[in-house]
């Protein structure tokens, strides 16, 4: 008769398997193993052990420069493995490299995970005195997740923050904050490893957070590693002006060739030209850039002699959208019949701001 096989990986336990004990072959889910009759008896236990696969930094390194040799349109790349500070130094080089050829992308890594027994704090404090003296204005770190759905395996693991990060940014606009709260939870999520609004603060990294008031997990920040007032300090702002230089580079292209009118004593471009110029390259820019954006300026360089350089300079500046990342809340009371007729007073008692280092 036939005989139930109960599979237990990682803890959870899958839906039970019935086999004929004739069975000579039995795949065990989606693990990639098999069991072979004549290897054990029924009911019994068995526990299998298996590694993951690793990869070592040079061979991530020459993969992502694989990756990149062939120019693919990418928002970032996720790099899958615990990073260290010479990963993140290395992955810089590359992509700030790749910028000298009209090249432009951004790099997420994993931080590494919580170990068992290690208190929040002390896993954030561990993760910033590893990572103190690296910066990047194209590469983030994430800090650990928790329990999230694994669509390939179809059950629930425990990985990096990154993983969720990497598979929600894409469906969201470039210049959308990913810490966005009316975008609603996060889907297939468990609890959390690491958990920003219970630590106050996730430091220079990505990482994911409850609400006291909300139900499910949200995204808590998703900074850059840039110095601390840098323009590029958030994932929307990097990507933002990646956009930008991408258009900007490939409508002033449309431009290498031509012949222009230049003034017969100065050998300067005339200004009726590089108007025309100025407001094509801003519409191509305005165009790729559409909402994510509060506005757009080219300024062409005027005093350029052109008979003598063969050479022209456009700059693009972005003015970016505005992001409300803290937020105060004065509660009061107030008596009505005290008040002023046609005017109304507060005395206020300030809730302390949040964390400056973790948006609200």
């Known amino acids: 008769m ?3 096989l109960v599979l237990i990986i990682d803890g959870q ?5 019935y086999v004929s004990p004739e069975a000579t072959v039995l795949p065990l889910g989606e693990t990639g193993l098999n069991l072979y009759a004549g290897v054990g008896t029924w009911h019994e236990a068995y526990r299998i052990t298996t590694a993951g696969s690793s990869a070592t930094m040079s061979g991530m390194i020459e993969g992502l420069e694989t990756l990149l040799e062939a120019r693919p349109e990418l928002r970032f790349v996720h790099l899958l493995g615990t990073a260290t500070p010479a990963l993140v130094a290395a992955v810089d080089a590359i992509l700030t490299e790749r910028e000298t050829r009209n090249y432009y992308t951004h790099a997420l890594l994993e931080a590494r995970p919580r170990a068992q027994g290690e208190s929040m704090s002390d896993y954030l404090a561990s993760v910033q005195t590893e990572f103190a003296g690296s910066t990047s204005l194209r ?3 994430a800090l650990d997740g928790g329990l999230m759905y694994n669509p390939l395996t179809r059950r629930m693991e425990n990985h990096s923050s990154a993983w969720k990060l990497s598979a929600e940014r894409p469906t969201r606009p470039i210049g959308e904050a990913p ?3 009316r975008n609603g939870p996060l889907r297939g999520m468990g609890d959390l490893t690491f958990d920003a609004n219970l630590v106050g603060s996730s430091g220079r990294f990505a990482a994911l957070r409850t609400f006291d008031a909300r139900t499910g997990i949200y995204v808590a920040h998703w900074p850059t590693l840039a110095p601390q007032g840098s323009d590029f300090g958030e994932v929307q702002r990097r990507e933002v002006i990646d956009r930008a230089a991408t258009a900007g580079y490939n409508a002033a292209m449309d431009y290498l060739g031509e012949d222009v009118p ?3 004593v100065t050998g300067h471009l005339l200004e009726t030209a590089a ?15 559409g909402a994510n954006a509060s506005g757009v300026r080219v300024q062409l360089n005027r005093e350029e002699n052109i008979l003598s350089t063969e050479h022209l300079e456009f700059v693009v500046s972005v003015i970016p959208l505005g992001y409300i990342k803290y937020l105060d809340v004065r509660v009061n009371f107030a008596n009505p019949v005290l008040m002023p007729q046609g005017e109304r007073t507060e005395v206020t008692a300030p809730i302390p701001s949040p964390d400056t280092s973790q948006p609200a």
């Not at 108007?275 to 850039?289: D, F, H, K, Q, S």
């Open 2 to 4: 036939p005989e139930t």
């Open 13 to 17: 336990p899958l839906p039970e398997i």
């Open 139 to 141: 590469c983030s770190v």
């Open 179 to 181: 810490y966005r709260v």
């Open 262 to 264: 230049v003034d017969t």
């Open 275 to 289: 108007l025309a110029m100025e407001a094509y390259i801003e519409g191509r820019v305005r165009a790729a850039l």
